[in-house]
């Protein structure tokens, strides 16, 4: 279903640390998982997919991984910089009503210090 | 590649008018296109689904009247707030996919601020 928040968990790490962004979803029948990255004032930014059928993937930096049996997604950022300081959401594809539509989490604030 | 252009990016207007927001796909042809809101510190909630030619899918608890929406061409939708009111002060951002299909993500604008007086 679809999620709101009162407020936005933050996860604070040093610079060059690795981050590690979890995320719950609700729809067992959702089949393509996506992170987006959104920073103040603008509109969420595609960082990496990844489909039902699979479990990791892996991209510059990223990883994301896929437990569909607890149904969890979580964003791993290796070495982590300044610039990735923003808000995370994970959203998951469902087909309803005929399309495919996203839901999206409840977004986790990524706070980078040097 | 996938350019989504919003216009405007913030607008302020008095309670009571009507404001147009428009949403084009630059480099690619999109048949469905996204209306979301997002308030304050919460994640994106997704108002209607935006179809090139025919009506638009609302989700539950949208109000079809106070939101219309017009994808009239491939590459342009846009979303009107009708007779707004402060309540309606939010940011809406629009995406769209240049497949229906479930192997493309999701390109997003860089969203409206809406404020109503």
């Known amino acids: 279903g679809e999620s709101v928040g009162l407020h936005l968990p933050t996860l604070s790490v040093q610079e060059g640390d690795n981050s590690i962004i979890n995320c719950a979803y609700s729809n067992s029948a959702s089949d393509y998982f996506i992170w987006y990255k959104q920073e103040s004032g603008k509109g969420p930014q595609f960082i990496i997919d990844i489909r039902s059928n699979m479990d990791k993937r892996q991209g510059q930096r990223v990883t994301v991984l896929l437990n569909k049996t607890v149904k969890h997604l979580s964003l791993q950022i290796a070495a982590t910089q300044p610039g990735d300081s923003a808000v995370y959401f994970c959203?998951?594809?469902?087909?309803?009503?005929?399309?495919?539509?996203?839901?999206f989490g409840a977004g986790t604030r990524l706070a980078v210090h040097p | 590649g996938a350019v989504v252009s919003q216009h405007p990016s913030w607008v302020i207007c008095k309670s009571g008018t009507s404001v147009k927001i428009e949403c084009r796909s630059l480099?690619?042809?999109?048949?469905?296109m996204f209306w979301y809101r997002q308030f304050p510190k919460q994640s994106l909630m997704l108002m209607a689904t935006?179809?090139?030619?025919?009506?638009?899918?609302?989700e539950q608890g949208v109000e079809k009247d106070k939101f219309l929406i017009n994808h009239a061409s491939l590459t342009l939708s846009t979303l009107t707030v009708t007779s707004a009111h402060p309540e309606d002060s939010s940011f809406y951002i629009c995406s769209a996919r240049p497949w229906e299909s479930v192997n493309q993500p999701q390109h997003f604008g860089d969203g409206t601020r809406l404020s109503i007086l």
């Open positions: 959203a998951e594809n469902l087909f309803s009503g005929g399309y495919n539509k996203l839901i």
């Open positions: 480099d690619f042809q999109a048949t469905t």
């Open positions: 935006s179809n090139e030619g025919s009506k638009a899918t609302y």
